[in-house]
């Protein structure tokens, strides 16, 4: 897209807008994303979901040597450190990757891409290459090979797997009907023995954002959609075959019904709140260029004509999607 996204690098760990200190911060410039929010009230989402390690971030207005940019997400970037995603040095950030990687792996089973993005191997020599992919190679065909096993336990997914960080990533993907889900820009990290989901990135791409690829009122991640991403790397329709599971994952939606909730405000504070922001963007970056077939990417047309709009359908999507989830759980009680 035209309107770059932006990685800054300090020489010094600093507190940006008053999120916790790091050298490396992300400008994402979420050019699909007409409302400029979902990333925001979706980074959000995945902190309540009790999401570890999840990104904070704040709107800002940017500037370049003078030059105005746009409106911006400034935001801490899926990395390995002490205020990011903090994990020992034996241990592994991985991705769910839709494109080659020199340091990729893919498992037996599913022949699900994984890309290792730490340790850091731009450095490392072949032999030490080769052996770290070996070893992740090694961990993820034992966790498929029991996410597979329709005898496998819960008990012995929960030695190899934190199921309810697993869990708490099917509800953002689902509530959210992310394109990219499973497919691409879904981390995941390798700690103390145990594979955990998170933390959630890359959620502008989200609720027909720029064109319809799913419907609000029917299962997305479970549902067999003509998506490659919820047809190849798809954990979830086997986990999901496992009672236990299934509970765990009801369990999370009725524990989170005020969260799931309360995003429709949370989206109106956030687009008033860059409102002004939005208006500025929109001389920089006119909503009427993006109706333009072709013009910014050859199969997408927007049709949102303003931020207003685009806030207003955001905002009526997410309503349907989560009205939707609450009627088929009406019928169940929950005792905690």
Excluded: H
């Amino acid at each position: 897209y035209p309107k770059k996204a932006f990685q800054v690098k300090f020489e010094e760990s600093i507190s940006m807008l008053g999120m916790p200190k790091s050298k490396t911060w992300l400008l994402m410039a979420t050019f699909q994303d007409g409302s400029l929010t979902r990333n925001k009230v979706f980074f959000d989402l995945a902190t309540q979901l009790g999401l570890e390690y999840s990104v904070t971030s704040e709107p800002a207005d940017v500037y370049i040597n003078n030059n105005y940019m746009g409106s911006y997400i400034i935001c801490s970037k899926v990395e390995v450190g002490e205020n990011r995603v903090d994990i020992g040095k034996d241990d592994y950030l991985l991705e769910l990757d839709n494109y080659e990687d020199d340091y990729q792996i893919e498992t037996a089973i599913n022949n699900s891409k994984i890309t290792i993005k730490n340790p850091d191997l731009d450095e490392a020599t072949t032999e030490e290459i080769n052996r770290v992919k070996l070893d992740v190679k090694s961990k993820m065909d034992a966790i498929e090979k029991l996410i597979y096993d329709e005898n496998s336990t819960i008990e012995q997914l929960n030695e190899l797997i934190d199921v309810r960080s697993i869990a708490g990533m099917y509800w953002l993907q689902e509530i959210t009907e992310n394109y990219d889900a499973l497919s691409g820009s879904t981390y995941m990290y390798y700690k103390n023995g145990k594979l955990y989901m998170g933390p959630a990135w890359d959620l502008d791409y989200t609720l027909n954002v720029d064109k319809s690829f799913a419907t609000y009122k029917e299962y997305y991640i479970l549902n067999n959609s003509a998506l490659a991403t919820r047809e190849n790397v798809n954990w979830y329709k086997e986990l999901m075959k496992k009672q236990e599971f299934s509970d765990i994952v009801d369990e999370i939606f009725l524990e989170n019904i005020s969260n799931l909730e309360a995003i429709t405000e949370n989206i109106t504070q956030y687009s008033t709140r860059i409102k002004q922001s939005a208006e500025m963007n929109a001389i920089v970056w006119p909503y009427a260029d993006k109706t333009v077939s072709g013009k910014y990417w050859m199969y997408i047309t927007w049709s949102e004509k303003d931020f207003d709009e685009a806030v207003k359908n955001f905002k009526s999507r997410i309503e349907e999607r989560v009205a939707w989830y609450k009627n088929e759980y009406q019928n169940l009680d929950y005792d905690t």
